[in-house]
């Protein structure tokens, strides 16, 4: 079964993501950070490490604008989300 923590959870861009990732006025520079690691493969305690603390608020504050979506957070195990 896949772990409920919201430090599991492995976002993506979404298409919105995607087209602001070459405007990087669009985003605040930590923003476009996180936009840049969140590959689909990292998980959200992944980027915390990598990026910091505030890596989770700006995530979820990105999730919630459109930019990312949490993607198939147990693909390891074949389990979906």
């Known amino acids: ?19 602001a990732l070459p ?10 950070t996180v936009m840049v690691m969140a590959n689909g493969q990292r998980s959200l305690a992944e980027l915390s490490q990598l990026l910091g603390a505030t890596a989770e608020p700006i995530a979820i504050d990105l999730e919630a604008r459109g930019y990312l979506k949490p993607a198939e957070a147990c693909h390891w195990d074949g389990l979906d989300a």
């Open 23 to 32: 405007e990087p006025r669009l985003l605040r520079p930590h923003e476009h």
């Open 1 to 19: 079964m896949c772990p409920q923590s919201t430090k599991a959870i492995i976002y993506g861009k979404t298409a919105k993501g995607w087209s």
